[in-house]
């Protein structure tokens, strides 16, 4: 069974900064775009940043020159470097692997709180 686990969040001051971490048991974990989402309450899920196959990279305009996102294929692993945080950026961040509709598997989700 596919497991998508994020580690990395926590409690950080505005301005700061944490590394998210996401490993999927995927089998062949290159071929999947990773991207990272969050949620923050009462909003909708938003996508944060995604990286394909092909290392090609998106983020959204509130986190771009902010956030970076990177994939390391042999541990099966993408990251999300996030700096200069912003209480705004407070949400659950989720980690989602996509190949196709049938494997698109997501994580439990990490919390991110930046707060003074």
């Known amino acids: 069974q596919v497991q998508v686990v994020e580690s990395g969040g926590g409690l950080v001051q505005p301005g700061g900064s944490l590394r998210l971490s996401c490993v999927a048991s995927v089998d062949i974990f290159s071929v999947y775009t990773m991207s990272w989402y969050r949620q923050a309450p009462g909003k909708e899920r938003e996508l944060v940043a995604s990286?394909?196959?092909?290392?090609?990279?998106n983020y959204v305009d509130s986190v771009k020159g902010r956030f970076t996102i990177s994939r390391d294929n042999a541990k099966n692993t993408v990251y999300l470097q996030m700096n200069s945080l912003k209480p705004e950026d407070t949400a659950v961040y989720y980690c989602?692997?996509?190949?196709?509709?049938?494997?698109?598997?997501w994580g439990q989700g990490t919390q991110v709180t930046v707060s003074s």
């Open positions: 990286i394909t196959s092909g290392g090609s990279i």
């Open positions: 989602n692997a996509f190949w196709s509709t049938l494997y698109d598997y």
